[in-house]
C-alpha cells in the first residue's frame, strides 16, 4: 500500500511583532523629531564643489537674500543645554536698553533666523500668524549710522567662543553686498569664514579677496 504523503505547506510567518514593532518606531519618530524652522527669505546659493561639509551645530550664519537684506542665525550649540541664543538676546537687549520676559527668550530660542530692527524683535516673537512674521522681516541694519548687524556678529562671537560664520548669499546677490558683510567681519576680527553654496561649503581668508 502507498504511503500517503501530507500536502506541502509553505513556511508561514508571524508578522504581527513586526507590525507592531514599526508602529511602536513610528510613534517614537513622530514625537522626538524637531522640524527645522522655516528660514527669513528663500535664497538661492550659487552651485560650487566643496569636500567639506558645513557643521551642524555651532555655527553663525549671515545670510544674504537677492536685494541685499541680511539675515542673521545662530544655533543653540551641540549641547542645547548652553542656551546660546538666550543668552545672545540677553547680551542685545542690554546693548539696545530692552526687556525681554523669559519666555519670550525662551521662544526666541526655539526659533531660526531673523532679520529686522532689534526694535521690532519682540513683535516678531510674539507674533501670531507667520505672514505677519514675515512681513516684520525687513533686513538688520547695517548702514554706519546703527550697524545692528555689527552688535550682533561681535555679541554672538562673546557668547559662543567657538562658534563657526558663515555667509550664504543668493545667487543674484551683488558682489558689493557681499563684500560688505566681509569687510563687517574683518572690522570684528573675524579672518576665516565658510561661503555655502549649495549646503556644502567653501573655506576662506579674507586675504584671499581680492581689493
Avoid: C
Avoid at 510567518?13 to 522655516?38: A, C, G, H
Avoid at 549649495?198 to 579677496?209: A, M, V
Amino acid at each position: 500500500m502507498p504511503k500517503i504523503k501530507p500536502p506541502a505547506r509553505s513556511p508561514h510567518i508571524d508578522m504581527t511583532p513586526m507590525v507592531d514593532l514599526f508602529s511602536l518606531l513610528l510613534t517614537f519618530f513622530m514625537l522626538t523629531t524637531s522640524f527645522r524652522p522655516q528660514e527669513a527669505a528663500p535664497i538661492e546659493t550659487p552651485s560650487s564643489v566643496s569636500e567639506k561639509q558645513a557643521p551642524d551645530n555651532d555655527i553663525m550664519t549671515i545670510f544674504i537674500d537677492k536685494d541685499g537684506r541680511v539675515f542673521f542665525n545662530i544655533d543653540n550649540g551641540k549641547d542645547t543645554s548652553t542656551h546660546f541664543r538666550e543668552k545672545l538676546l540677553q547680551k542685545m537687549a542690554e546693548q539696545y536698553k530692552l526687556t525681554f520676559t523669559p519666555k519670550e527668550l525662551d521662544k526666541f530660542s526655539k526659533m531660526s533666523s531673523f532679520g529686522m530692527p532689534i526694535k521690532n524683535l519682540k513683535a516678531w516673537i510674539n507674533v501670531k500668524d507667520p505672514k505677519d512674521r514675515d512681513k516684520l522681516q525687513e533686513g538688520i541694519p547695517t548702514d554706519s549710522t546703527d550697524n545692528q548687524l555689527a552688535w550682533w556678529v561681535r555679541m554672538a562671537r562673546l557668547t559662543n567662543l567657538g562658534a563657526e560664520v558663515a555667509i550664504k548669499g543668493d545667487a543674484d546677490t551683488k558682489y558689493t553686498d557681499v563684500k560688505k558683510i566681509m569687510d563687517l567681519l574683518q572690522e570684528n576680527k573675524v579672518n576665516k569664514f565658510n561661503l555655502v553654496t549649495n549646503l556644502l561649503r567653501e573655506e576662506i581668508s579674507l586675504k584671499d579677496i581680492p581689493k
